[in-house]
């Protein structure tokens, strides 16, 4: 009889304490995988109704709490905070795009232009047909001088869904303004009361070209 | 910067009574302030040239507002102090609308490939000046919201809605049950999207 054998079967009640104390520590420690460097992306089109872009992740349901908590942030204005918590978020979700365009978004508005076209740039590499993207770095290029980018930002915003309507009244007013090409301004300004016809204020502006250009 | 210096000497001038004499020094300062900016555009230096421009731009507005803050003559009755009020806004409009003039020939530098913080201000100004054709600024969709997914519907998209049928409208529901319970409306609504301007 082997009379150690019972004895170093049987568990050692501190020993399996401290095993499982160890896992769970190790579990509850555990970082998520982050998401694949590029996840694949689907761009859906619904004719005259809009679209949806779905990027194929799995999120981690504490990393999407997080980024709902920092656009919760961001929304309230309690921008530094917000933007804090997203780039936390974006530094595990590299292949999403939409924290670093959110990130784009909130360090425009706090004026950081440069750091704002750094993640609109980084959310391009991750999803090239997100025209979100693309609009916001269209303003920023915009508000930076260069005027030719941003008409690029919007014209592939525009390719992505022509009737992205903020691409094409941003485009409208650049074309308008920054560029003096009327006739680009109001063949956009035009398009864009397709897709918003009750807007007074660009019901305006479309007169006042046509009366510039003699019509 | 010598525009700046120029321009503060001559807004530091301000109409008193009696008005001829304030007047005339005004009209002076006005006539000296303009020869000295004009000169900076004549370096041909872009910057220079877009911050001179914006200085003589605001000179004329200085001037239209000079006159139409200036002190009133206090001998005049009621009728005389409104005509002389009319006199006063039509003898300053005009140098408003040359300080637009010249706030517009600045933004012409823009087609040059300039753009600094003169025609940023420049712009500013004629968008306080004349709103309706220069206060336009980019929209932002707002934040996508969504981690992995995000919906765009135009503002004038339809939607689809469910209104209760009434009862006189009922169909046969033996022959027809769905429509007894739904009806697809597709009048345009307003569709939430992150900030965009909406349909009423």
Same mark, same amino acid.
């Given at each position: ?215 | ?135 336009? $600024?980019? *929209? =932002?969709?707002?934040? /996508?919201?969504?981690? +992995?997914?995000? &919906?765009?519907?135009? #503002? ?25 319970? $739904?009806? *697809? =409306?597709?009048?345009? /609504?307003?569709?939430? +999207?992150?900030? &965009?301007?909406?349909? #009423?």
């Amino acid at each position: 009889m082997n009379s150690a054998a019972p004895y170093t079967l049987l568990p050692n009640p501190r020993l399996c304490a401290a095993l499982i104390a160890t896992i769970w520590m190790l579990g509850a420690c555990a970082t998520p995988p982050p998401a694949p460097a590029t996840a694949p992306s689907r761009v859906e089109i619904d004719g005259q109704v809009g679209f949806t872009i779905t990027e194929d992740a799995e999120v981690d349901i504490e990393v999407n709490s997080d980024y709902e908590q920092a656009i919760s942030d961001l929304e309230m204005g309690r921008l530094e905070q917000g933007i804090a918590r997203l780039e936390s978020v974006a530094a595990g979700t590299s292949g999403l795009s939409a924290p670093r365009i959110d990130l784009g978004i909130a360090y425009h508005r706090v004026g950081d232009l440069d750091a704002a076209e750094k993640n609109l740039l980084l959310a391009l590499d991750t999803n090239p047909e997100h025209p979100i993207a693309h609009n916001e770095l269209g303003i920023i290029y915009r508000k930076t001088g260069r005027f030719a980018q941003a008409r690029q930002s919007y014209e592939a915003a525009l390719a992505i869904y022509p009737g992205f309507h903020f691409a094409r009244r941003n485009l409208a007013v650049l074309c308008d303004i920054y560029l003096a090409d009327l006739d680009c301004a109001l063949a956009n300004y035009q398009a864009y009361m397709k897709t918003v016809p009750d807007d007074d204020e660009a019901t305006m502006w479309i007169a006042d070209i046509e009366n510039r250009l003699g019509r | 910067m010598l525009a700046e210096r120029s321009y503060q000497q001559h807004t530091r001038l301000v109409l008193v009574q009696p008005f001829e004499q304030s007047l005339a020094a005004k009209q002076q300062s006005l006539d000296t302030t303009l020869a000295e900016l004009g000169a900076l555009v004549e370096y041909e230096v872009a910057d220079v040239t877009a911050a001179a421009t914006f200085y003589i731009a605001e000179v004329y507005l200085d001037f239209s507002h000079a006159l139409l803050d200036s002190e009133r003559p206090t001998d005049l009755n009621e009728k005389e102090l409104a005509d002389y009020e009319l006199m006063i806004e039509e003898e300053a409009y005009p140098f408003e609308e040359r300080a637009i003039e010249v706030h517009e020939e600045n933004l012409e530098l823009l087609t040059a490939g300039v753009y600094n913080s003169w025609i940023e201000k420049t712009l500013s100004q004629l968008a306080s000046l004349m709103p309706g054709r220069y206060a336009k $600024a980019e *929209i =932002s969709s707002g934040f /996508v919201g969504s981690i +992995n997914s995000y &919906a765009y519907r135009m #503002p004038i998209a339809p939607t689809i809605t469910i209104d209760p049928v009434d009862d006189e409208a009922k169909p046969d529901e033996a022959t027809n049950p769905i429509e007894v319970t $739904a009806r *697809i =409306s597709t009048d345009a /609504v307003l569709t939430a +999207n992150h900030g &965009a301007t909406e349909q #009423p």
